[in-house]
């Protein structure tokens, strides 16, 4: 089924581990965004992608790296987690122009 | 920062009764889009208002956008149990596909 993947969908980590989480779409989309979604507060942009070979930070890069692998592809890393990192993380993408977001199923964070 | 941002209430409404939802923003848009997101899930787009259109309907939803008032509304009319979701409107300021979304609004609708 096309549309945007992420795993893991559940993940819980201790305090200083990293981890990276992964996103690929395959609707030959252009770019890619990566938000955190916490209770009261929305969706907030942590990084994104408005093109292969390009990235740039959003509201709340802070903690975060990531990597545009290729076209399909955009992982988040937290290199060090802490505990404020603990959120529902989404990843969605878009073809071009002014449109639409096509998002993923989220992926549950826990830092302990 | 945050642009849309929905009057956070939690409606909750019968079936068959009709939701209106209210979303405001701080500066200039290029559109504004509403998403709805079942519990659990990623957000799925519901429709899409250009800074020029003043009304837009799809299906049961009807959307307006004041400009003026930097305000926009969502109206679900002839609410479903199915219907129950958080609804959130994201504005694109700057024409460049970078959405900023607001806080949400739950809606519960009771069989």
């Known amino acids: 089924n096309a549309g945007v993947t992420q795993t893991p969908k559940f993940q819980v980590l201790k305090t200083g581990q990293s981890m990276t989480l992964q996103c690929a779409q395959d609707m030959n989309h252009n770019s890619m965004y990566w938000y955190r979604q916490d209770p009261g507060m929305g969706l907030r942009l942590i990084y994104y992608?408005?093109?292969?070979?390009?990235?740039d930070k959003g509201e709340v890069p802070n903690g975060y790296n990531v990597s545009r692998l290729n076209k399909r592809e955009f992982s988040l890393r937290l290199e060090s987690a802490a505990p404020s990192q603990t959120s529902v993380y989404f990843c969605?993408?878009?073809?071009?122009?002014?449109?639409?977001?096509?998002f993923g199923s989220g992926t549950r964070l826990t830092v302990v | 920062s945050q642009q849309g941002e929905e009057d956070p209430q939690a409606l909750s409404i019968q079936e068959g009764e009709n939701a209106t939802m209210n979303c405001s923003y701080k500066t200039s848009i290029n559109n504004l889009q509403w998403y709805r997101q079942n519990s659990g899930r990623g957000l799925v787009h519901l429709i899409l208002?250009?800074?020029?259109?003043r009304e837009k309907h799809s299906g049961r939803l009807r959307v307006t956008l004041d400009t003026s008032k930097k305000s926009s509304s969502l109206l679900i009319t002839a609410s479903r149990a199915a219907d129950t979701a958080s609804y959130f409107c994201?504005?694109?300021?700057?024409?460049?596909?970078?959405?900023?979304f607001g806080k949400g609004n739950q809606v519960v609708v009771i069989p």
């Open positions: 969605a993408s878009i073809f071009g122009g002014t449109g639409t977001y096509t």
């Open positions: 208002i250009r800074s020029n259109e």
């Open positions: 994201a504005t694109d300021n700057y024409g460049n596909n970078r959405l900023a």
């Open positions: 992608s408005a093109s292969e070979g390009t990235t």
